[in-house]
T-cell receptor, first 114, second 114 residues
Framework: DVKVTQSSRYLVKRTGEKVFLECVQD?????MFWYRQDPGLGLRLIYF???????EKGDIPEGYSVSREKKERFSLILESASTNQTSMYLC?????????????FGPGTRLTVT | GENVEQHPSTLSVQEGDSAVIKCTYS??????FPWYKQELGKGSQLIID?????GEKKDQRIAVTLNKTAKHFSLHITETQPEDSAVYFC?????????????FGIGTKLQVIP
């Protein structure tokens, strides 16, 4: 079974804090993604990575950065958290090759910035 | 970029009835259309998908149809059961290089009333 885990299910941070969200997958997937999910907006892509140390901006990268030092781990960083970053954050991974395009999602981290 | 619209945003059906969720997309280059089910406290899971060279696909009580000319695709759930209650996301995907650029709809909250 593919497993994507996220470091926290719930997180409360103060405005201005630096926040790290960690994601780990155990299927040797090349691609990893960070989305945020907001009511009425669906899932929006923040950043993705198709290889170690590689990253690409998604649709809403402002205020975020990412790090991928190892293949299995993809971190999302909020350099200075703001209240408009209160959201559900979802990590996903997928294989690069073969037939399957399926993305496997983690359970999500609900972040509240006060 | 790609734009995916999903309707309705909420849907209530009686147990045993059918449920239909509709999506439209804008980029004719999109070639893969997955549907994800998100249950409370769980990660989103792929439930069915369809490629652009196929018009319809069925898996037990779930079916998806694709009309490339009109750029719309739909999810059909027959004989609904309470465990079908969840948020459903459609997506349109373009495979570029080694990864797929996926754009999600806003989600449909389906409630199956026993």
């Amino acid at each position: 079974d593919v497993k994507v885990t996220q470091s926290s299910r719930y997180l409360v941070k103060r405005t201005g804090e630096k926040v790290f969200l960690e994601c780990v997958q155990d299927m040797d997937h090349e691609n990893m993604f960070w989305y945020r999910q907001d009511p009425g907006l669906g899932l929006r892509l923040i950043y993705f990575s198709y290889d170690v140390k590689m990253k690409e901006k998604g649709d809403i990268p402002e205020g975020y950065s990412v790090s991928r030092e190892k293949k299995e781990r993809f971190s999302l960083i909020l350099e200075s958290a703001s209240t408009n970053q209160t959201s559900m954050y979802l990590c996903a991974s997928s294989s690069r090759g073969g037939y399957s395009y399926e993305q496997y999602f983690g359970p999500g981290t609900r972040l509240t910035v006060t | 970029g790609e734009n995916v619209e999903q309707h309705p945003s909420t849907l209530s059906v009686q147990e045993g009835d059918s449920a239909v969720i509709k999506c439209t997309y804008s980029d004719s280059a999109s070639n893969y259309f997955p549907w994800y089910k998100q249950e409370l406290g769980k990660g989103s899971q792929l439930i069915i998908d369809i490629r652009s060279n196929v018009g319809e696909k069925k898996d037990q009580r779930i079916a998806v149809t694709l009309n490339k000319t009109a750029k719309h695709f739909s999810l059909h759930i027959t004989e609904t059961q309470p465990e079908d209650s969840a948020v459903y996301f459609c997506a349109a995907s373009i495979r570029t290089g080694g990864y797929q650029k996926v754009t999600f709809g806003i989600g449909t909250k389906l409630q199956v009333i026993p």
